[in-house]
């Protein structure tokens, strides 16, 4: 596993960005893909956007397509997730996790790491 660190979350009104980054704590080769999720309260975790990390082939959740854009920067070993456009219903705990492995990445269970998470509040 890798340990996953975080930046970029707080609070914006409804239409403003954010900017997401996420980096392993350690320079690592082996991994395959990194996502996003988030979790609001009372809610269960859901998919947000994932990038394969040598192809960089992305994946967004229907409700932030258009909206959010998923990012690698593999001389940085970091990955970004550029919110526009942010809604009140986009407020979340967003975590960023990665898998090692080859293999799917659309699924919480595909991935074997997390972050500790952000938080994103968007105000009306």
């Known amino acids: 596993q890798v340990q996953l660190v975080e930046s970029g979350g707080g609070s914006v009104q409804a239409g403003g960005s954010l900017r997401l980054s996420c980096a392993p704590s350690r320079r690592t080769f082996s991994i395959y893909a990194m996502g996003w999720f988030r979790q609001a309260p009372g809610k269960e975790r859901e998919f947000v956007a994932a990038?394969?990390?040598?192809?960089?082939?992305?994946y967004y959740a229907d409700s932030v397509k258009g909206r959010f854009t998923i990012s690698r920067d593999n001389a940085k070993n970091t990955v970004y997730l550029q919110m526009n456009s942010l809604k009140p219903e986009d407020t979340a705990v967003y975590y960023c996790?990665?898998?090692?492995?080859?293999?799917?990445?659309?699924?919480?269970?595909?991935?074997?790491?997390w972050g500790q998470g952000t938080q994103v509040t968007v105000s009306s």
């Open positions: 990038i394969n990390w040598s192809g960089g082939s992305s």
């Open positions: 996790a990665a898998r090692s492995p080859p293999g799917p990445y659309l699924s919480r269970s595909d991935f074997g790491s």
